[in-house]
């Protein structure tokens, strides 16, 4: 069972960027999805961007063209580049499979003025 750590968060002005990163326990390689989430305070956590074991990726709309999703299984890393970053940002950002059996303790986003 692979697990996630989560880092790279902190506090950013509208408009700025930042880039997540993840690293996991153990091979990636086999694992065909490999997604962030996010979870705002007092809302239910949702899948922000997924990416395949080619490449290929999706987004949720409200951030599609501003953060880009990306993974090495050499390096068993994935990172999420945010750019052009909005209020309705903010939240704890995690990593994990498309079928989370666990969760880490994700990094926190606050995009404030």
């Known amino acids: 069972q692979v697990q996630f750590v989560e880092s790279g968060g902190g506090l950013v002005q509208p408009g700025g960027s930042l880039r997540l990163s993840c690293a996991a326990s153990?091979?990636?390689?086999?694992?065909?999805?490999m997604a962030w989430y996010r979870q705002a305070p007092g809302k239910q956590r949702d899948l922000v961007a997924a990416?395949?074991?080619?490449?290929?990726?999706n987004y949720v709309d409200s951030v599609k063209g501003r953060f880009t999703i990306s993974r090495d299984n050499a390096e068993k890393t994935m990172s999420l580049q945010m750019n052009r970053l909005k209020p309705e940002d903010t939240a704890v950002y995690y990593c994990?499979?498309?079928?989370?059996?666990?969760w880490g303790q994700g990094t926190q986003v606050t995009v404030s003025s």
């Open positions: 994990n499979t498309l079928n989370p059996q666990t």
């Open positions: 153990g091979s990636i390689t086999s694992i065909f999805h």
């Open positions: 990416i395949t074991n080619s490449g290929d990726t």
